[in-house]
């Protein structure tokens, strides 16, 4: 059997043209790294026979789809996968409000206890009525933030204040939707830092990292994601705790590690590609919190700093770390000459958007 071929697999829906190009250039630089062919999108009737290195758009779901693309671990492909829709989301990470109504197939109450410690306050429903149940007790202890689960980069969140935000916010969610994906209820941070502790592995190269991410306002005056700013170590978790960091930081990492072990205890997770956002902020009782928000087992928003990270070890044997940072910029904007160009253009949901990355060596002696 021929050596593998590097092929994106977008998700039936489509990805936007600027999720797109990202993909595609990292798609190119992880067959580099892998010594293979990049052959683009995936296209049925052309890439038949053969075994292909795959890079998901999206975490892949069922063992099933994993067989349909001859994916038999994680050298197989740039990314997660998981048993059931609800376990590639956020929608893990707090229990179901306790009489819940609705439980999915799969759904783990011993990883919501394994996590106690590690996340922050808040509930998972698959049914609206549950949502409003779970909403009502966590408005006792003060204002709450509405996350549907799908959502990027902060979009679609809501804080709520009352019953009555509450009800209307709920009245604005898809049923159909909360029933497959779940809709999550957490308590509302103020002065929040959100940290980034994951990691990386492509052709039997490993990283891991930590970092903080970036707010930046889109092109119509709303906060979101505007890039990370990330410190990459060669190997495993245990190699960047050796690392002297700052405390907080440090927190971040242990809960995330944490958070990954119950994972892949209690999901059957398969993920060559880990990213856990970590929350550090006041709660409404005025103490300091800290745990993790979300998962991402696929592409994601720090993917490019991983690769050309990836590229830098690879191309220095000696080079145990690096900083790399990711940059998402509304309107007109001019990268530095030291970054790489991963995307400019305009596009209708968005407006004008660039994107680049940047890595300089990292001496941690």
């Known amino acids: ?10 998700p039936e829906a489509g990805i936007s043209n600027h999720e797109l190009a990202v993909h595609r250039v990292l798609g190119e630089k992880i067959a580099r790294l892998l010594g293979i062919e990049f052959l683009g999108e995936h296209d049925p009737q052309r890439h038949v026979g053969g075994r292909y290195y795959w890079l998901p758009s999206e975490t892949l779901i069922g063992t099933q789809r994993r067989m349909e693309l001859g994916i038999k671990g994680q050298e197989d492909f740039f990314g997660g996968a998981v048993e059931q829709p609800f376990m590639a989301t956020k929608a893990i990470s707090h229990p179901l409000c306790e009489g819940s109504r609705h ?3 799969g759904w783990s109450q011993e990883f919501a206890t394994q996590v106690a410690e590690a996340i922050l306050g808040g509930y998972t ?25 799908r959502g990027k980069a902060g979009r679609g969140q809501q ?10 916010a709920l009245t604005e969610q898809d049923a159909s939707e909360v029933a497959t ?12 830092v959100t940290y ?30 505007g890039g990370s700013d990330l410190t990459l170590v060669r190997g495993d978790y245990a190699e960047l705790m050796r690392l002297d960091m700052p405390e907080p930081i440090r927190l971040a990492v242990s809960r995330a590690q944490r958070y990954e072990q119950a994972a892949l205890q209690a999901f059957g997770l398969q993920a060559s590609r880990r990213n856990y956002d970590v929350a550090q902020g006041i709660d409404n009782q005025g103490q300091q919190r800290c745990g993790v928000l979300e998962q991402s087992w696929r592409v994601g928003g720090a993917s490019a700093a991983e690769i050309l990270a990836i590229e830098a ?16 910029c509304y309107g007109e904007s001019l990268p530095p000459d030291d970054a790489v ?24 002696s």
């Open 1 to 10: 059997m021929k050596a593998h071929d590097g092929v994106l697999l977008l």
């Open 103 to 105: 439980m999915p197939a």
């Open 125 to 149: 429903a698959f049914d609206l009525q549950d949502a409003r149940r779970a909403g009502e007790r966590l408005l006792e202890q003060g204002t709450l933030r509405l996350k549907p689960v």
């Open 159 to 168: 804080v709520i204040r009352s019953h009555e935000e509450l009800a209307a």
């Open 181 to 192: 994906w779940g809709l999550v209820l957490e308590e509302n941070l103020s002065e929040v």
């Open 196 to 225: 980034s502790v994951g990691q990386a592995h492509v052709g039997g190269l490993l990283l891991s990292y930590y970092g903080s991410q970036r707010l930046t306002c889109d092109n119509a005056g709303q906060e979101v994601y």
């Open 313 to 328: 070890f690879s191309a220095d044997p000696q080079l145990s770390s690096v900083r790399a940072s990711t940059y998402e």
């Open 341 to 364: 160009q991963l995307y400019k253009g305009s596009e209708p949901e968005v407006g004008l958007l660039g994107k680049y990355v940047r890595v300089e060596t990292h001496d941690i």
